[in-house]
Nanobody, 127 residues
Framework: QVQLVESGGGLAQAGGSLRLSCVASGSTVGAYALGWFRQAPGKEREFVASISRNGGNTYYTNSVKGRFTISRDNGLSTVYLQMNNLKPDDTAEYYC????????????????????WGQGTQVTVSS
């Protein structure tokens, strides 16, 4: 069992930055690949970024490449999402997720690959 708690959301202007954090507890976080998803009002939850169990590999959806950076600190049981050059289209509820399975280097990108989810943190970007 893994419990995930996100923080760091808020209001930002277009072009600004926010840093999301997600603290994991209840199990050894190093055993899990970690990811970030988001869901805008009226839309389905979509994949944003993931990081492998050993932190060596990352994967991003095309719309955030070059603007967002996912990282993890297994010692602190935390995964981060640094979001730069924010756009109004980034407005959504952001969720972190943890998933078992795959190699140390695998970066899961589908909802079904994740077993545990946080409650979400809201990010609103104004134009």
């Amino acid at each position: 069992q893994v419990q995930l708690v996100e923080s760091g959301g808020g209001l930002a202007q277009a072009g600004g930055s926010l840093r999301l954090s997600c603290v994991a507890s209840g199990s050894t976080v190093g055993a899990y690949a970690l990811g970030w998803f988001r869901q805008a009002p009226g839309k389905e939850r979509e994949f944003v970024a993931s990081i492998s169990r050993n932190g060596g590999n990352t994967y991003y959806t095309n719309s955030v490449k070059g603007r967002f950076t996912i990282s993890r600190d297994n010692g602190l049981s935390t995964v981060y999402l640094q979001m730069n050059n924010l756009k109004p289209d980034d407005t959504a509820e952001y969720y972190c997720a943890a998933g078992l399975g795959g190699s140390l280097y695998y970066t899961p990108r589908w909802n079904s690959e994740y077993s545990y989810w946080g409650q979400g943190t809201q990010v609103t970007v104004s134009s």
